[in-house]
């Protein structure tokens, strides 16, 4: 039974350019979440979001970040024209649907991406 | 509102000595608790989770918790420690008042060093 896959393990970009972070979350699993990791610090919430549906984007930058989950497919994270300052673990996590809500989060092995 | 507050930032035992890392939450909430485990480069693992349920907690690879009420406490403890418990070690609360049991509040982290 694979767990959260995420892909790709590491990922560069230059200033400017544009990063897609992908997450599968586990079999049978329904929702998914992405949190954010700077140097140094704990994980930061960014997204929850169900099958094309966004529940929570309270922790997402105003601008820049996107995420989707769509009915087919993986989940993505997608920053657009990434600066230095995005250098950073990102971590998906995925839960079962309504009626396990107890079950903790599943987390993937994490992207990291590295802006130049 | 919810959080987390990892005392030490770094802890340093020799092995086969006992292991106390401390956390303290502050909830409006009853709260749901865990604590999480990331070696080097990897995601993040569970290794317990309180829910109301009994307040000493035992979870994988010997380690066990206890919820102390009165003191707001959470720590994580393990008799004996293992070279290969060296890793970070995050205290977490469910974000319970988002409404949003996936939003997780992480602590800034425990580093745990093993020396011989």
């Known amino acids: 039974n694979a767990g959260v896959m995420q892909n790709p393990r590491h990922l560069v970009r230059r200033r400017g350019q544009e990063a897609r972070l992908r997450c599968s979350p586990m079999?049978?699993?329904?929702?998914v979440y992405w949190y954010r990791q700077l140097p140094e610090e704990g994980l930061k919430f960014m997204v929850y979001?169900?099958?094309?549906?966004?529940?929570?984007e309270s922790g997402m930058p105003k601008e820049r970040f996107s995420a989707e989950f769509p009915k087919e497919g993986p989940s993505i994270l997608r920053i657009q024209q990434v600066v230095r300052g995005d250098s950073a673990a990102y971590f998906c996590?995925?839960?079962?649907?309504?009626?396990?809500?107890?079950?903790?989060?599943?987390f993937g092995n994490g992207t990291r991406l590295t802006v130049t | 509102a919810q959080s987390v507050t990892q005392l030490d930032s770094h802890v340093s035992v020799s092995e086969g000595t006992p292991v106390l890392l401390r956390c303290n939450y502050s909830?409006?909430?009853?709260?749901?608790l865990f604590w999480y485990v990331q070696h080097p480069n990897k995601g993040l693992q569970l290794l317990l989770k309180y829910t109301s349920a009994a307040t000493l907690v035992k979870g994988i690879n010997g380690f066990e918790a206890e919820f102390k009420k009165s003191e707001t406490s959470f720590h994580l403890t393990k008799p004996s420690a293992h070279m290969s418990d060296a890793a970070e070690y995050f205290c977490?609360?469910?974000?319970?008042?988002?409404?949003?049991?996936?939003?997780?509040?992480f602590g800034q982290g425990t580093t745990l060093q093993v020396k011989p």
């Open positions: 979001l169900q099958k094309e549906n966004i529940i929570d």
């Open positions: 996590a995925s839960s079962p649907p309504e009626g396990q809500r107890n079950s903790p989060l599943h």
């Open positions: 909830s409006s909430y009853s709260p749901s």
């Open positions: 977490v609360v469910s974000d319970r008042g988002s409404g949003n049991t996936g939003k997780l509040i």
């Open positions: 079999k049978g699993h329904s929702h």
